[in-house]
C-alpha cells in the first residue's frame, strides 16, 4: 500500500510539474504582461505599435502572435517527465522484491522483452527471483498459468511461436540478435513440444494439431543471415581472414546450417571457393598500400551431417552476395596498436602466477574478476606463458583472449608439453620445491589478428620466479 501510494504521488507530482512548466506562464496571467519579447521575456506592453524592438536584447517581433507566446520552462518539464518514469518503479518495487516483476505482463510483451534481457544461463538467480520474462514464460508453458491471472494455452503456444518466427522490432527473424535471445531460449524449451522424431505436442501432451505443426515448420523455415566481416586492414604475409559465422537451425537441432563460398579480389585473377564459408582464408600475396575489394558468393545447404562434402552437400537453400573491402599495410603495429603498461604486467603476475601450477590456464582466466574490474575491456591479449625449471622447459600455454563490456567474450587456449605429459605436474612441483621454477609470459599479439575487433594488445615481456613473485603479491608490491 505505501509503494502503490508512492507512486501516486511521484506520478501526480509529474503531471502538475508538466502542467506548470508548459501552460502556467501564459501572458496576462496572474499578472504577467500581456506582450513580451519572444526571446528573453521583456515586458513589450507598452512598446507601441508593431514591428517592435525589445530595448533589452535587440530582438525585432513582427506579429502580434510572437509577442503573446506562452513561456515554457524546459526544465521544470523535464523534471516533470522524470517524476512520471518514476512512478511506475514505485509501484513495481515490491513486485521485484517477491520475484513477481513480469507476471502481469501479457505474453505478447514478454517476447517483445526477450532480447533485454541476460539469458537464463546468465544468471542461476533468474530461476529464484523470476523478474525475467523468459523465466515468467517459463512458469505459464510448464503450469498452463502463471501466478496472477494470466493463461497459457495451446492456442497461446501456436501464437507465441508464431511470433517469434515473425521476429520483433528488436531483433530481425534470423539476425545475430535473433539467434542470440529468441532461437537460444527456444532450443532451451524445446523438450516442452517433443521433437520431430517421437512426435509433436502441446506442453500439456495434448497430440500437435495442424496450427502447431504449421508453426513449427514456420519458424524451421527461419533463415540465418550474413554477416561477412574481416578487418579494414592487414599486414603484409598475413593471409586475410574472413568470418560469416551465423546460427544454427532454432528448433530442428539435429539439422547443421553450411555455408559455401566463391571468393574473387576484383580487379584480380585471385580468387577460390570454401565448402565450410563461415571461416576462411585468402593468401594474402599482395604489397603494402594496396586496396582490396572481396566479391563473395555464399551458398547455404542443411544437413543432419556435423560436416559436409561435396558429394553430400545437396542443392543450395540460399544465397547471398557479399563485398568487403580492406587494404594491405607494412606490419602488424599498423594494425594492433601495442601497449606496454607497468600495470597490465602486475595484473598479469597477480592474476596468473599463483594458481598457474595448480590450475586449469582457462579457469584462472576466466574467474580473473581482476581483468575485468580494472578497465581493460577491448584490450586483447595473445601470450606464450612458458613454465622453466630453471632454463629447461617443461610446458608452454599459448592463450589469447579479450574482453568486451566486462565479459570475456572470446577465449582460446593450446597447450605444449617439452616433457612427457604424465611428467610435467611432478616437474612443475619438484621444481618449485627447489625455488627453481621459472614463468615467462611474452606477448604474440599476431595470433589476435582473427579477433576482427582488437585493434590494442598487451606486447609486454615477463620473467620471473615463482618464489619471487608470490613474495611480491604478498608484501604488495605489485599495486599497481
Same mark, same amino acid.
Given at each position: ?6 507512486? #501516486?504521488?511521484?506520478?501526480?507530482a ?5 502542467a ?12 504577467r504582461?500581456?506582450h513580451?519579447c519572444?526571446k ?5 506592453k ?14 525585432v517581433?513582427k ?7 506562452t513561456?515554457?520552462?524546459?526544465? !521544470? !518539464? ?8 518514476a ?20 505474453? #505478447? ?43 497459457f ?7 507465441f ?25 527456444l532450443?532451451?524449451?524445446?523438450f ?29 523455415a527461419?533463415?540465418?543471415? +550474413? ?28 539439422? @547443421? ?5 566463391? +571468393? ?12 565450410h ?21 555464399f551458398?547455404m545447404?542443411?544437413s ?9 552437400k545437396?542443392?543450395p ?23 606496454d603498461?607497468?600495470a ?7 592474476e ?9 590456464l ?5 574467474q ?35 574482453l ?25 612441483q ?10 615467462t ?6 595470433r ?28 604488495? @608490491?605489485?599495486?599497481p
Amino acid at each position: 500500500m505505501v509503494w502503490l501510494i508512492a507512486s #501516486w504521488i511521484l506520478l501526480i507530482a509529474g503531471l502538475l510539474t508538466c502542467a506548470i512548466a508548459l501552460f502556467w506562464d501564459r501572458p496576462g496571467f496572474c499578472g504577467r504582461p500581456s506582450h513580451r519579447c519572444r526571446k528573453c521575456w521583456y515586458d513589450l506592453k507598452d512598446s507601441g505599435i508593431l514591428p517592435i524592438t525589445c530595448p533589452e536584447c535587440g530582438r525585432v517581433s513582427k506579429t502580434t502572435r510572437s509577442t503573446t507566446r506562452t513561456r515554457r520552462h524546459k526544465r !521544470a !518539464a523535464f523534471l516533470g517527465l522524470l517524476l512520471i518514469l518514476a512512478s511506475p518503479i514505485a509501484f513495481l518495487t515490491p513486485q521485484y522484491r517477491q520475484g513477481t516483476l513480469f507476471a502481469h505482463a501479457p505474453n #505478447w510483451m514478454l517476447i517483445e522483452l526477450l532480447p533485454f534481457f541476460p539469458t537464463l544461463q546468465d544468471d542461476g538467480n533468474l530461476y529464484i527471483t523470476g523478474n525475467n520474462p523468459g523465466v515468467e514464460l517459463i512458469t505459464r508453458i510448464a503450469m498452463g498459468e502463471d501466478r496472477t491471472t494470466h493463461r497459457f494455452t495451446n492456442e497461446h503456444a501456436v501464437q507465441f511461436i508464431n511470433r517469434v518466427a515473425e521476429g520483433s522490432i528488436f531483433a530481425a527473424p534470423g539476425s545475430r540478435k535473433w539467434y542470440k535471445t529468441y532461437a537460444y531460449w527456444l532450443r532451451t524449451q524445446q523438450f516442452r513440444f517433443g521433437d520431430s522424431a517421437q512426435g509433436w505436442h502441446y506442453p500439456d501432451m495434448t497430440p500437435a494439431d495442424e496450427h502447431l505443426i504449421d508453426a513449427i515448420a514456420k519458424l524451421n523455415a527461419v533463415l540465418p543471415m +550474413w554477416y561477412p566481416e574481416t578487418r579494414d586492414r592487414w599486414p603484409v604475409g598475413k593471409d586475410i581472414l574472413i568470418r560469416s559465422d551465423f546460427g544454427t537451425p532454432p528448433w530442428n537441432i539435429q539439422l @547443421q546450417h553450411h555455408q559455401e563460398v566463391h +571468393w574473387k579480389v576484383r580487379g584480380t585473377d585471385h580468387s577460390g571457393s570454401n565448402l565450410h564459408g563461415g571461416y576462411f582464408a585468402i593468401p594474402n600475396v599482395y604489397q603494402a598500400g594496396e586496396e582490396l575489394t572481396i566479391e563473395l558468393h555464399f551458398k547455404m545447404y542443411r544437413s543432419i551431417a556435423y560436416n559436409i562434402t561435396h558429394e553430400t552437400k545437396g542443392d543450395p537453400i540460399d544465397e547471398h552476395h557479399a563485398v568487403l573491402k580492406t587494404k594491405v599495410v607494412a606490419s602488424i603495429d599498423d594494425v594492433i596498436r601495442g601497449i606496454d603498461s607497468h600495470a597490465i604486467d602486475a595484473l598479469l603476475i597477480e592474476e596468473l602466477i599463483p594458481d598457474l601450477p595448480y590450475e586449469e590456464l582457462s579457469t584462472i582466466i576466466f574467474q580473473g574478476t581482476a581483468f575485468k574490474a580494472r578497465g581493460l575491456n577491448d584490450i586483447g591479449f595473445g601470450l606464450r606463458i612458458t613454465l622453466y625449471n630453471g632454463d629447461d622447459p617443461i610446458v608452454e600455454y599459448t592463450p589469447k583472449w579479450m574482453l568486451r563490456r566486462g565479459k570475456l567474450n572470446t577465449m582460446s587456449l593450446r597447450e605444449s608439453e617439452f616433457v612427457p605429459m604424465d611428467e610435467v605436474d611432478i616437474r612443475v612441483q619438484d621444481a618449485i620445491k627447489k625455488n627453481t621454477l621459472r614463468i615467462t609470459i611474452v606477448s604474440d599479439h599476431s595470433r589476435l589478428l582473427d579477433i576482427p575487433d582488437v585493434d590494442r594488445a598487451w606486447t609486454g615481456s615477463i620473467d620471473i620466479l615463482y618464489s619471487d613473485a608470490i613474495k611480491d603479491i604478498e608484501s604488495g @608490491q605489485l599495486d599497481p
